[in-house]
């Protein structure tokens, strides 16, 4: 079970910091990654970091405002937001992939993920 929360409503320019607790199995077994949703929009990839946290992958989009981080000590994967647009207004959700312990890779295509959160709402006004 994926639980996100962290969302909000801010202004153009702020920062918001996500997170993503992960219940009911070995977190790090898990590769993780971040997606949105915006009204009328398909769900769109936004960040990614493999199950150790060695590699992470971002959208093209982020352009360096965002970060993604996790802590398997806490089970837990983390999306800081900074300056953000009202283009980043979308439900974000939270999704883990089953991995071997080999692995080393982060995922970009939701249809690759396993597990995925309800979502949290970040809205940013202009």
């Known amino acids: 079970q994926l639980t996100e929360s962290g969302g909000g409503l801010v202004q153009a320019g702020d920062s918001l910091r996500l997170s993503c607790v992960a219940s009911g199995g070995r977190f790090s077994a898990y590769a993780m990654g971040w997606f949105r949703q915006a009204p009328g929009k398909e769900r769109e990839f936004v960040a990614a970091?493999?199950?150790?946290?060695?590699?992470?992958g971002y959208a093209e989009f982020v352009r360096g405002r965002f970060t993604i981080s996790r802590d398997n000590g806490k089970d837990s994967v983390y999306l800081q937001m900074n300056s953000l647009e009202p283009e980043d207004t979308a439900v974000y959700f939270c999704a883990e992939k089953v991995v071997p312990t080999y692995a080393s890779s982060y995922y970009k295509s939701e249809w690759q993920y396993d597990y995925w959160g309800q979502g949290t709402q970040v809205t940013v006004s202009s």
């Open positions: 970091i493999s199950r150790e946290g060695n590699y992470a």
